[in-house]
């Protein structure tokens, strides 16, 4: 003879059994937990491990000094490289190379001068970029004021020639008006074997 239970009893079964569901696949993710406190992804370095809910989320240390949660796979998939400041640098490159003052950055034309400002701009804030390593990976930086094109322009004239590029006279200083010129590569050189004296 079969047992008839009431409505009451079957919701309190089904919760049972939802809850019992819930933590198989929460013991079933820690079971599969790859620890990668220490490691960086990007900008990021992992402080620690967040346990909670149906994942996994890493707490991380972004070299800018803020800190931010984010999964492991968005990690390891690149998807997530930074607190957000990243994303913020390259904007404000793109919006940096919107610049059509003074007709230097036309369609289907870049000046020299406007592609030496877009270049040192690349090399020390975007990471991505081959040379940033040597620039904005070792804290070599763009004062503010070299944000807009009109105030490069300004401070530094126009490029003077094809073998001419911009120069920080301090090798370890930033790309700022009182330590920039426009150089060749052997006045580069000279500068750079006085440094190293």
């Given amino acids: 003879m079969g047992v008839l239970l009431d409505e009451n009893r079957c919701l309190s079964i089904a919760r049972c059994w939802y809850i019992f569901a819930y933590q198989q696949q929460t013991i079933g993710n820690i079971m599969k937990f790859i620890d990668l406190t220490g490691q960086k992804f990007g900008r990021l370095i992992v402080q620690r491990p967040i346990l909670g809910g149906k994942r996994i989320m890493w707490e991380c240390l972004c070299s800018c000094g803020n800190i931010t949660q984010t999964s492991g796979p968005r990690l390891k998939k690149s998807e997530t490289r930074s607190c957000g400041c990243l994303q ?11 610049n ?3 007709g230097h950055n036309k369609k289907g034309f870049q000046s020299l001068t406007h592609k030496s400002w ?12 081959t040379a940033f390593k ?4 070792r804290g070599i ?11 490069f322009l300004e401070d530094m004239g126009e490029r003077p020639s094809k073998n001419h590029s911009i120069d920080r006279i301090d090798v370890d200083g930033d790309y700022e008006p009182a330590n920039c010129r426009w150089a060749t590569r052997s006045q580069q ?6 440094h190293k004296k």
């Avoid at 040597?134 to 990976?137: A, D, E, F, L």
């Avoid at 503010?144 to 105030?151: A, L, Y």
């Fill in 141 to 151: 930086k763009v004062c503010k004021r070299w944000d807009e094109f009109k105030n």
């Fill in 134 to 137: 040597y620039y904005g990976g």
């Fill in 100 to 102: 059509t003052i003074h």
């Fill in 118 to 129: 877009t270049s040192m701009l690349h090399r020390c804030r975007c990471s991505t970029y």
């Fill in 88 to 98: 913020k640098e390259q904007q404000s490159i793109r919006i940096a190379l919107l």
């Fill in 189 to 194: 050189q000279r500068n750079k074997q006085c």
